[in-house]
């Protein structure tokens, strides 16, 4: 039997995810997002996994969010448990796309504080996505242990995501501005500013706050 139109479209499509060119598998990704298809699903998930190209990444992720929530719910979830770093972020990303609270529980402490950074950002994202009503406080706290890690883009990540929990987080900044530690208080108080001034700058809020810290040296006990 000759195959169908249709059917030769999927196989192409499915081809193109997997082409050496970078432009084709975008417009294959293009192409499968364009016309969702359930025999799609398991392939755009696997290919997230091992693309090296980040536009096509993204469109990747696209395509994903144009199906059933139900057929890549269950595939989402096991990438994020992968031994792949990429796999684990670019399924944390696609998730805080979705935006659907089913993910919620793969959301673990692990995760928040991957070794990898860009997982660990991929999570702090999906996180303030996902939290339930009520579990921001705790979530909150699990991402204030953070503070103080990486280089600028990581940190700012951070901030951006405890910014996005809102004026609950003012307490838990508060404590970590104690620090022994002054790469986390400085990272508290930038947090602190941009908390108050959206607008500012985050170079300038953590080049104010390690001023600061300089300035004022270790918190004193008692």
Same mark, same amino acid.
């Given at each position: 039997?000759?195959?169908?139109?249709?059917?030769?479209?999927?196989?192409?499509?499915?081809?193109?995810?997997?082409?050496?060119?970078?432009?084709?598998?975008?417009?294959?990704?293009?192409?499968?997002?364009?016309?969702?298809?359930?025999?799609?699903?398991?392939?755009?998930?696997?290919?997230?996994?091992?693309?090296?190209?980040?536009?096509?990444?993204?469109?990747?992720?696209?395509?994903?969010?144009?199906?059933?929530?139900?057929?890549?719910?269950?595939?989402?979830?096991?990438?994020?448990?992968?031994?792949?770093?990429?796999?684990?972020?670019?399924?944390?990303? %696609?998730? !805080?796309?979705?935006?659907?609270?089913? $993910?919620?529980?793969?959301? #673990?402490?692990? *995760? =928040?504080? &991957?070794? /990898?950074?860009?997982?660990?950002?991929?999570?702090?994202?999906?996180?303030?996505?996902?939290?339930?009503?009520?579990?921001?406080?705790?979530?909150?706290?699990?991402?204030?242990?953070?503070?103080?890690?990486?280089?600028?883009?990581?940190?700012?990540?951070?901030?951006?995501?405890?910014?996005?929990?809102?004026?609950?987080?003012?307490?838990?900044?508060?404590?970590? %501005?104690? !620090?022994?530690?002054?790469?986390?208080? $400085?990272?508290?108080?930038? #947090?602190?500013? *941009? =908390?108050? &001034?959206? /607008?500012?700058?985050?170079?300038?809020?953590?080049?104010?706050?390690?001023?600061?810290?300089?300035?004022?040296?270790?918190?004193?006990?008692?």
């Amino acid at each position: 039997m000759a195959m169908t139109r249709q059917g030769t479209d999927v196989l192409r499509a499915l081809q193109g995810l997997e082409d050496s060119r970078s432009s084709v598998r975008l417009r294959a990704a293009l192409a499968v997002g364009t016309a969702p298809d359930p025999s799609f699903v398991g392939t755009l998930v696997e290919r997230c996994a091992v693309e090296p190209e980040f536009f096509v990444r993204d469109m990747l992720t696209w395509a994903l969010t144009r199906h059933p929530v139900s057929l890549t719910l269950p595939g989402l979830l096991r990438e994020v448990r992968s031994e792949r770093a990429q796999a684990r972020s670019q399924a944390l990303h %696609t998730l !805080s796309k979705i935006g659907d609270r089913q $993910a919620w529980p793969a959301i #673990t402490r692990a *995760l =928040l504080s &991957d070794a /990898d950074a860009e997982v660990a950002r991929s999570a702090w994202r999906a996180a303030v996505v996902l939290v339930p009503e009520g579990e921001e406080p705790e979530l909150a706290t699990v991402l204030a242990t953070q503070l103080g890690r990486g280089d600028r883009e990581t940190q700012l990540s951070l901030s951006q995501a405890l910014v996005a929990l809102g004026e609950l987080i003012t307490p838990t900044l508060r404590v970590a %501005t104690t !620090s022994s530690d002054p790469g986390v208080r $400085a990272h508290a108080l930038a #947090t602190q500013r *941009l =908390l108050r &001034d959206p /607008d500012t700058g985050f170079e300038s809020a953590i080049e104010e706050a390690r001023r600061v810290v300089a300035l004022t040296g270790a918190p004193q006990d008692g």
